[in-house]
């Protein structure tokens, strides 16, 4: 019993720092997202060329995630999450420190790339502790995550309207960001290979598993993308809004988000993956249809929010099947990872061509239908077995703290 006892604390403590690797993570991503018309002015680009280099991001991660797998394996996850989280972490100042084009996009090659790799790495440790849980926490790390994002956000909004030098902001930041990652690093589980356990190869295609489940999971991003892109935009040119009644729409698109997310569990371990994300996927469409048919502003923010409610705990619910659907958990997250990033890159793009084609009307008819894939193939996401804490007839996973 005393060993049942001394188990739940570890796991927990463990839910509780993979929490604030999540945070950080996101923390980093908003600390960038704020400074890149610094980084444009100091690096010289047109908008044109600020585009193809923000294309790399997407392109390092999608290079780098199938690595973590094998990274995971050869160092153990506490050491591997440690020392990848310090990589992305310190990556944040490399963007700022470019002059020219072609650093840039060596910037932020190695951005997106350490970012991938974490990615994985913290999201395969936190299916680990769901599985062990017994219970849905992965909508609430997402939503840490999403939380860390505003917080980084917020600070960089400030640093700029101070009129700091990015370089002079992200290097502050990346320390600070380094510290605490890393010292939430010593409180996760420290998975090590079985003995027996093949490593798992540098780079392979994902399982067949990941892809259906990374469908799911791109068209959740694919609105994402398409919503945190081009909301305020939409307002702008179809409702002839104020720039700042369209920002709005954006940050409250950002918050419900964020908060779904975060009460997202509750809702996962009630009712079950494939019932939410039904539910969810019927939100999403429901709010694409206010978006094509609004003819006020109230409305089209009314329907960007229900669309951020809608797919808010998709991506959460894609990782935990993924880790649940092989016996290589990192090698499947990683392919639902880079499906996911992809989407993430296509999205923005191909929602201004269509509108360039046709109208943005148009193009968030597309979303729409993209999200009824949620309430069509919700059923892939059903979960196997899990494993509970105290139970001696659960099914354990191959591996060992």
């Not at 050491?79 to 490399?94: D, E, P």
């Not at 994002?149 to 909004?157: D, E, K, R």
């Not at 048919?293 to 929010?305: C, E, L, N, T």
């Not at 059923?379 to 703290?401: H, S, W, Y």
């Amino acid at each position: 019993m005393g060993k049942v006892v001394d188990e739940q604390r570890l796991v927990k403590r463990s839910r509780y720092a993979v929490a604030a690797v999540f945070a950080v993570h996101g923390a980093v991503t908003g600390s960038f997202a704020t400074r890149v018309p610094w980084i444009q002015d100091h690096a010289g680009v047109s908008a044109g060329q600020l585009g193809i280099a923000l294309a790399f991001p997407a392109l390092g991660a999608s290079v780098a995630m199938p690595l973590a797998g094998s990274i995971s394996h050869r160092f153990g996850a506490r050491n591997a999450l440690r020392g990848l989280i310090a990589l992305w972490t310190l990556s944040l100042v490399l963007p700022s420190l470019a002059p020219n084009l072609l650093t840039l996009c060596l910037a932020l090659f190695t951005y997106g790339a350490t970012a991938g790799m974490a990615d994985v790495a913290m999201n395969a440790l936190g299916v680990e502790v769901e599985n062990r849980l017994g219970r849905s926490i992965m909508s609430g790390l997402h939503g840490m995550w999403s939380a860390g994002a505003l917080v980084g956000s917020a600070a960089g909004t400030l640093a700029a309207h101070l009129g700091s030098d990015a370089r002079l902001h992200h290097v502050l930041a990346a320390a600070v960001l380094t510290v605490v990652g890393v010292a939430s690093c010593q409180w996760v589980l420290d998975l090590q290979p079985a003995e027996d356990e093949e490593p798992p190869p540098r780079f392979a295609l994902p399982p067949r598993s990941a892809l259906l489940i990374g469908a799911i999971g791109f068209c959740a991003v694919f609105a994402e993308g398409a919503s945190l892109d081009w909301s305020a935009v939409y307002l702008r040119e179809q409702l002839e809004t104020s720039a700042g009644l369209a920002a709005a729409c954006t940050t409250g698109f950002t918050l419900t988000m964020a908060v779904a997310r975060l009460a997202g569990d509750r809702i996962v371990d009630r009712f079950g993956a494939v019932r939410t994300v039904r539910a969810s996927g019927v939100f999403a469409v429901l709010g694409g249809l206010l978006i094509v048919v609004a003819d006020h502003p109230a409305v089209a923010m009314g329907g960007f929010a229900l669309m951020g409610l809608g797919i808010a705990v998709v991506v959460p619910l894609c990782f935990a099947a993924a880790g649940r659907s092989g016996a290589n958990p990192s090698l499947a997250i990683a392919g639902v990872a880079t499906i996911t990033y992809t989407s993430g890159l296509i999205a923005p793009s191909a929602i201004g061509m269509l509108a360039q084609a046709t109208s943005l009307m148009v193009s968030f008819c597309l979303v729409t239908a993209l999200s009824c894939g949620l309430v069509a193939f919700a059923g892939v996401l059903r979960p196997g077995e899990r494993t509970k804490i105290g139970r001696p007839d659960a099914a354990v996973p191959d591996r060992r703290p």
